[in-house]
């Protein structure tokens, strides 16, 4: 039977948050999941999406604009955007139908542009687990989404998802960034209250530059590497190591208390990603 977690409501006071280093080889759930991705439209959460959905699970995509997310070309750089390409290929080969996008505001509903968000939190209603890709690392930009899916996880009570998967870079990718100093410490903050909102089904996830993403998925967040001798001295990981940690988190295979770091494991070294055949359309 599945478990399904109290959800905490939010409150001014932040635990700390220690970082731990977790080596494990991280295994696909057997059992096809139902998982509600949070900000899967830029590159990182919509390859992972991706993945998953290719894996069999079934997959919403809670976004600004699902209308905008897969028009043949980018409207707006304020909206995420997988294309319509993209979205047809997904059908073609079969798993299309297992990725629904549906609008929702991010906790702020002056940050909608229609009234189609209207009721996202029924997505969570029966779903095994939540993916927060957000890419926004702002104060607010990253807070108010955190509080309203835990909000949205209080008011499905006993159908809530059990486990909650949060997806962030790594502080050299950060601190990378314009005002990453502040963002970095933003950062810990934010991981701190999806600990202590979502308790034991929690999960933090850190990656570095991640290798093996399709030339859709690029992100400035997770720049891809586009030449491997420069990642001898990067915090790097593979993307199959990276959807599979990411899954075990939803499967709650992931320990608490702690973020875990992706390390490669299902492709150890950089020798071994180098010796991968090459594919039309991907980044090393």
């Known amino acids: 039977p599945r478990r399904r977690r109290a959800v905490a409501a939010p409150s001014g006071a932040m635990p700390s948050l220690r970082l731990v280093v977790v080596s494990l080889l991280c295994a696909a759930p057997a059992a096809a999941l139902k998982l509600v991705f949070a900000g899967a439209t830029g590159g990182i959460g919509s390859a992972v999406a991706e993945r998953c959905a290719r894996e069999g699970h079934d997959v919403t995509i809670l ?4 209308y905008l997310a897969v028009t043949p070309s980018r409207v ?13 290929r997904w059908a073609e080969e079969g798993f299309g139908q297992r990725i629904t996008f549906r609008d929702w505001t991010g906790g702020d509903e002056l940050d909608s542009v229609s009234d189609r968000w209207v009721g996202w939190e029924d997505s969570l209603v ?5 993916v927060f890709a957000v890419g926004d690392l702002g ?13 949205a996880a209080r008011e499905a009570d006993e159908a809530a998802p059990s486990y909650y998967v949060h997806l962030a870079p790594v502080d050299e990718l ?10 970095i410490e933003t950062l810990a903050g934010v991981e ?5 909102l979502f308790g034991d089904g929690a999960a933090c996830l850190r990656a570095g530059r991640v ?7 690029d992100s400035r967040l997770f720049p891809a590497p586009k030449d491997i001798r420069r990642l001898r001295r990067s915090v ?49």
């Not at 707006?76 to 047809?88: K, L, M, N, Q, T």
């Not at 950060?174 to 963002?183: L, N, Y």
């Not at 701190?192 to 202590?196: I, L």
């Open 63 to 66: 976004c600004r604009n699902a």
């Open 76 to 88: 707006s750089e304020d909206f995420g955007w997988v294309g319509e390409a993209r979205a047809a």
């Open 126 to 130: 029966g779903a095994d687990a939540v």
């Open 139 to 151: 104060r607010d930009g990253r807070q108010r989404p955190v509080e309203a899916l835990a909000r």
């Open 174 to 183: 950060v601190g990378a960034t314009s005002f990453g100093e502040r963002k």
């Open 192 to 196: 701190a209250t999806w600990t202590r």
């Open 211 to 217: 290798l093996g993403l399709p030339r859709e998925a």
């Open 236 to 284: 790097w990981c593979h993307l199959d190591d990276l959807v599979a940690c990411v899954l075990a988190g939803c499967a709650g295979e992931l320990s608490p208390g702690g973020a875990t770091f992706v390390e490669p494991k299902l492709v150890p070294t950089l020798d071994a990603a180098a010796e991968r055949p090459a594919r039309a359309g991907y980044y090393l």
